[in-house]
């Protein structure tokens, strides 16, 4: 089976086990929900006829078994909560599989024997299963071919005996009378070797086919040769859904690295088209050249439309769904949560939303250790739980929202909260700062400690954390997305942990200014306008400088005294005037001042690495059209 199709069978096993694992939830606590049990039994019944495609038989048998108890439900027995706990089981098995192909490109050694510890669980459930399962055939161990991919119905292999000719059989025929067949794929059982060795009385072949019609007429199409077929259930649809009528989407599935490629060439096309305008300048400056200048400006902007809407179509192409990401977490947390004996409630909110696929791809092991830590340093044990007054199960709630270009996660949970004054003794005991530095920070300050390396606030070390390893990962792997994680809570009322992330690969406006000599970017969106400020309208307020701004006291801060080039602290102005840019930062707006502005242009920002990966005040970094690095400044950071 090619690895293209298990590739396949990985993303949507994934989909389908998070489709189960939310109806089941719903199941549990209220088993009556008559959606929820049709859905939990397509989407399992899809995943097991998925699993026909590949040698999974552990996995098919498991959920069979999964399959006739919620089919007994449906049929009209009770349904409990230990019913669906029990599938729920079922299905938490399949996703940790699902990670084993995912990594190791095969079941664990110990699938048999784990699924049937898990089937006999589910007997237990339900006694009569055992009679039910004994007349249905069990879930075949043979391949399907590639060929069949895509397509619905009963698949069927047909290995004729190699005397099956002596016995009057002709083994095409029987296939060609199969009812409503859809597809064919006829192969030799055994390679054929030398043509002289070729015996034209024994029969070589392996017949394999779909057919879309009831599984009782297929089995009468083949009721004289039932001991050579083997017949499967091959579901691409999920079974109750109409045939007709309705307007699905189109979609198609393209390797990641080529997108990838595609988003590199389409920054390049950005950076390459920035450069016209120089060119135009240069072209102006030519004797006679104003009409070629003018020219080039007009098939600039014509350029830089075509580019704009390429740019923003490819990051489109980039965005994936978080549900895929969020729904591997309430196994892992139900697994996290048993390993240390608590109750805890897990609630989803967002999924929906959909940011580009390498900030999906990249925020899984920072968001499973924050959510671990939730439940291993947040949530409180049951009985310190009810003298608090809170409820015994802990909740714990992973949230995304959309805020502009970017995608806001939190991880909250109602546990213990954080302690700065524990944060600060415990930076001071673990040597990270002096007792008069640890007692000079403001809380914010000292929350944020958690982030040093190695200050772990766990007493003890277990199998989930207190390693000294942690916080510090998450908020590099944040800033490699181009992002920043912050944290907050309160003692006993619970922590958030918030991730602010770019929503996709979109095009900033830049305004380009010089600091020192150096060259560095402001986002457009936040500059209202640029003044020149004579020295006469400057004031001093509380040591520092100010200036009136339409009716309003507007704050000036020297941008280069903010980036680290040499000033004297104060002002000077440079022909009675400076430059100035005014921008809205933190609700308010900033002058900053600068040497010149050297003009404008969009760009495509891509987060810093190296050693300037997370460095405070820096937004990200672009190319220039002559190849430079372009710092883009966060304004906000700055001042903070």
Request: negative net charge; charged residues 25%.
């Amino acid at each position: 089976m090619s690895q293209e199709l298990m590739v396949q069978f990985l993303v949507e096993g994934r989909e389908l086990v998070a489709e189960a694992s939310r109806d089941l939830a719903m199941l549990i606590a209220r088993p009556d929900d008559v959606a929820a049990l049709d859905g939990c039994f397509r989407a399992i019944h899809t995943l097991k006829g998925s699993t026909g495609l590949f040698d999974l038989q552990p996995m098919g048998a498991m959920l069979h078994a999964a399959e006739e108890l919620l089919a007994a439900i449906r049929a009209g027995r009770p349904g409990h909560a230990e019913d669906f706990a029990r599938v729920l089981e079922a299905v938490d098995q399949v996703d940790r599989w699902l990670d084993a192909l995912e990594g190791d490109g095969a079941l664990p050694a110990d699938a048999d024997a784990a699924g049937r510890a898990i089937q006999a669980r589910m007997r237990d459930a339900a006694p009569a299963l055992d009679q039910a399962e004994a007349q249905l055939p069990a879930v075949p161990d043979w391949q399907l071919s590639a060929a069949f991919t895509g397509l619905s119905g009963t698949a069927i292999r047909y290995t004729p005996r190699v005397d099956c000719y002596f016995a009057g059989d002709d083994p095409v025929a029987i296939v060609a009378a199969t009812p409503q067949l859809i597809a064919l794929s006829i192969a030799p059982r055994d390679a054929w070797g030398e043509l002289e060795h070729y015996d034209p009385f024994a029969c070589n072949l392996v017949i394999e086919a779909v057919s879309a019609a009831p599984r009782g007429e297929i089995e009468a199409a083949f009721r004289l040769v039932a001991d050579q077929v083997e017949l499967a259930e091959l579901t691409a649809a999920e079974p109750g859904a109409p045939a007709g009528g309705m307007t699905t989407r189109r979609t198609l599935r393209v390797d990641a690295a080529r997108i990838d490629h595609l988003g590199i060439l389409a920054d390049e096309l950005v950076t390459a088209k920035n450069g016209l305008v120089d060119l135009a300048i240069a072209a102006e400056a030519l004797p006679g050249g104003h009409t070629l200048g003018q020219a080039l400006r007009s098939r600039q902007a014509q350029l830089d439309r075509l580019v704009g809407d390429l740019h923003a179509a490819v990051g489109k192409v980039r965005l994936a769904p978080l549900a895929p990401l969020f729904a591997r977490f309430p196994r892992l947390a139900r697994e996290t949560a048993g390993a240390l004996g608590k109750s805890v409630r897990l609630e989803l909110e967002g999924q929906e939303i959909e940011v580009d696929k390498t900030i999906v791809d990249g925020l899984f092991d920072p968001l499973l250790h924050v959510l671990r830590n939730a439940l291993d340093h947040g949530v409180e044990p049951v009985e310190r739980r009810r003298a608090a007054g809170k409820p015994e199960a802990g909740l714990v709630r992973v949230t995304a929202r959309a805020a502009g270009d970017q995608v806001v996660i939190e991880v909250a949970d109602d546990g213990a909260g954080i302690d700065p004054a524990r944060i600060r003794n415990l930076a001071v005991a673990r040597g990270v700062l002096g007792r008069d530095a640890a007692d000079a920070l403001d809380d914010r300050d000292a929350v944020d400690l958690i982030f040093v390396p190695g200050l772990s606030t766990a007493t003890t070390v277990n199998a989930v954390s207190g390693r000294g390893v942690g916080m510090d990962v998450v908020r590099a792997a944040a800033a490699r997305l181009g992002g920043k994680v912050t944290l907050s809570g309160e003692p006993g009322r619970g922590t958030i942990v918030r991730f602010v992330l770019p929503m996709t690969m979109i095009l900033t406006k830049l305004m380009v200014v010089t600091c020192g000599g150096e060259r560095y970017g402001l986002a457009l969106d936040s500059v209202v306008e640029t003044a020149r400020i004579a020295a006469d309208r400057l004031v001093v307020m509380r040591s520092r400088q100010a200036f009136q701004f339409r009716d309003q006291v507007v704050p000036l801060v020297i941008l280069r005294e903010l980036v680290g080039g040499s000033s004297q602290g104060a002002l000077a102005p440079r022909g009675g005037a400076e430059r100035v840019v005014i921008a809205w930062v933190g609700g308010e707006l900033v002058g900053f001042a600068v040497d010149a502005i050297v003009g404008r242009m969009d760009a495509a920002l891509r987060p810093l690495d190296g050693l300037l990966s997370g460095a405070p005040g820096l937004a990200g970094s672009t190319l220039m059209p002559d190849g430079s690095v372009l710092l883009v400044l966060d304004l906000a950071e700055l001042l903070s």
